[in-house]
T-cell receptor, first 114, second 112 residues
Framework: NAGVMQNPRHLVRRRGQEARLRCSPMKGHSHVYWYRQLPEEGLKFMVY????????ESGMPKERFSAEFPKEGPSILRIQQVVRGDSAAYFC????????????FGQGTRLTVV | KNQVEQSPQSLIILEGKNCTLQ??????????LRWYKQDTGRGPVSLTIMTFSENTKSNGRYTATLDADTKQSSLHITASQLSDSASYICVVYTGTASKLTFGTGTRLQVTL
């Protein structure tokens, strides 16, 4: 049973380009969370999705950032027109439900904007 | 504002020694509290999950305690090993918000 898979592990983008980060949850998990970790800082919540629905996007920047979790395929975090401040590690976690259920994290995607 | 604060920010100990990490939270409503270990360059890995009614929980050399009245938790590591060097993150789950609130972590370094 593969864990949470994120790809790519490392992504380099020039300012103004688009970045697409993918997250495949664990088999049977329908809840996905995205977190951003800036250097030397803790993880910050961005968005919580269930299949085809955004449940809570209170941590998402208002512009340039979007997320989806389609019926089929991985969850995608999309950053348009990237800026240097977007450089960070982006982690995805999945769970089979809410509450006491365990959330498993992927290895993260390290985005570098040059 | 929901917050999770951890102390110390960083800690260096000798291999074989014990240590205790602290976590204070103001998150409400409270559903459960989790301790995660994050190795450099890796995703967090869960160590323990504790609900309101649980005071202590062990996972090998890791023992977590929870005082829901004072909103404090601790993670005690016994007989530390070099492989314990990592960031330890306290995370509180709020049932209504359906998301995890992370502390900034304690960076532990175990040396010879």
């Amino acid at each position: 049973n593969a864990g949470v898979m994120q790809n790519p592990r490392h992504l380099v983008r020039r300012r103004g380009q688009e970045a697409r980060l993918r997250c495949s949850p664990m088999k049977g998990h329908s809840h996905v969370y995205w977190y951003r970790q800036l250097p030397e800082e803790g993880l910050k919540f961005m968005v919580y999705l269930q299949k085809e629905n955004i449940i809570d996007e209170s941590g998402m920047p208002k512009e340039r950032f979007s997320a989806e979790f389609p019926k089929e395929g991985p969850s995608i975090l999309r950053i348009q027109q990237v800026v240097r401040g977007d450089s960070a590690a982006y982690f995805c976690a999945s769970s089979s439900g809410t509450g006491y259920t365990e959330a498993f994290f992927g290895q993260g995607t390290r985005l570098t904007v040059v | 504002k929901n917050q999770v604060e951890q102390s110390p920010q960083s800690l260096i100990i000798l291999e074989g020694k014990n240590c205790t990490l602290q976590c204070n939270y103001t998150v409400s409503p409270f559903s459960n509290l989790r301790w995660y270990k994050q190795d450099t360059g890796r995703g967090p890995v869960s160590l323990t999950i504790m609900t309101f009614s649980e005071n202590t929980k062990s996972n090998g050399r890791y023992t977590a305690t929870l005082d829901a009245d004072t909103k404090q938790s601790s993670l005690h590591i016994t007989a530390s090993q070099l492989s314990d060097s990592a960031s330890y993150i306290c995370v509180v789950y709020t049932g209504t918000a359906s998301k995890l609130t992370f502390g900034t972590g304690t960076r532990l370094q175990v040396t010879l």
